[in-house]
C-alpha cells in the first residue's frame, strides 16, 4: 500500500491535485488499484533524522486509520509532502488534518471533469 517508486511519486506530483494545509501538503490522483497507495517526502526542512522520522511515523499511522476499503468509487495514490510544524503536532492534530484532506480529495478527484474550452491549434 506504499509507493515505493520515484518515477510514480514523480507522476502523481506533476499530475495530481494539492490540497496544502498547515502541517503538510496531500497530492492526490486517481489509481488502478483497489485500494489507496501511500508515498511520502519529508525533507530536511522538517528537522533532523530523529524529527524526519517522526513526522513520517505520525502520516503512515494517520493512513493507516483513515483507510477505506474501496470496494466502490475510486482509490487514490497519495503524496504527502511534510511541513516544519508537522514534526512538532502531535498525532490527533495529523489525523484531523488528514481527514479534512482526504475528503476534499475524495470530493475533489470523484467529480467527473467538465471539458475545458477548446484549443485552437
Known amino acids: 500500500m506504499r509507493l515505493t517508486r520515484g518515477t510514480r511519486i514523480k507522476q502523481v506530483l506533476q499530475k495530481g491535485r494539492r490540497f496544502p494545509g498547515a502541517l503538510f501538503v496531500l497530492v492526490g ?13 519529508v525533507s530536511r526542512r522538517v528537522g533532523g533524522a530523529v ?15 483513515h483507510l477505506v476499503p474501496r470496494t466502490r468509487g475510486q482509490a487514490f495514490d ?9 514534526a512538532e503536532s502531535g498525532q490527533p492534530a ?11 480529495l475524495e470530493r475533489g478527484l470523484s467529480r467527473p471533469s467538465r471539458p475545458g474550452p477548446p484549443v485552437s491549434r
Not at 51 to 65: I, M, Q, S, T, V
Not at 78 to 86: F, H, K, Q, S, Y
Not at 94 to 104: I, K, P, S, T
Open 29 to 41: 490522483a486517481v489509481n488502478d488499484c483497489a485500494y489507496d497507495r501511500l508515498g511520502l517526502a
Open 94 to 104: 495529523v489525523d484531523r488534518e488528514y481527514a479534512e484532506r482526504l475528503r476534499r
Open 78 to 86: 497519495i503524496v504527502i509532502l511534510g511541513a516544519r510544524a508537522l
Open 51 to 65: 524529527e524526519r522520522n517522526r513526522a513520517r511515523r505520525l502520516l503512515r499511522e494517520a493512513f493507516r486509520r
